[in-house]
């Protein structure tokens, strides 16, 4: 079956920077997208970068030139291990950050991500 397993999150203090990794695997990752959602304490879940097949990717507006995202496809398609780069931290980005995976689209907007991880917390210390 597919698994998603997150790791590399921790407690950082502003202005630092952390990676997260996914390690992905049980299903064709040539044809998937991947993201990066997070959800801080009371909140709802968010997305925060998504890379698709083509290795288009989308931020959100609060992420944009902070936070990277990337990708490693195994030769045998099967596996697939994401990063997210998250550079210049701040107090706001505390939450716990879940990978997730789903059919590749063009239009970012269309992917339903059904496959998800069980997330890493990441606390940013002012």
């Known amino acids: 079956q597919v698994q998603l397993v997150e790791s590399g999150g921790g407690l950082v203090q502003a202005g630092g920077s952390l990676r997260l990794s996914c390690a992905a695997s049980?299903?064709?990752?040539?044809?998937?997208?991947m993201a990066w959602y997070r959800q801080a304490p009371g909140k709802q879940r968010d997305m925060v970068a998504t890379i698709i097949s083509s290795g288009s990717t989308n931020y959100a507006d609060s992420v944009k030139g902070r936070f990277t995202i990337s990708r490693d496809i195994f030769r045998d398609n099967a596996r697939n291990t994401v990063y997210l780069q998250m550079n210049s931290l701040k107090p706001e980005d505390t939450a716990v950050y879940y990978c997730?995976?789903?059919?590749?689209?063009?239009?970012?907007?269309?992917?339903?991500?059904?496959?998800w991880g069980q997330g890493t917390p990441v606390t940013v210390s002012s």
């Open positions: 997730a995976a789903g059919i590749s689209r063009p239009d970012i907007t269309l992917i339903r991500f059904n496959y």
């Open positions: 049980g299903t064709n990752f040539s044809n998937k997208a």
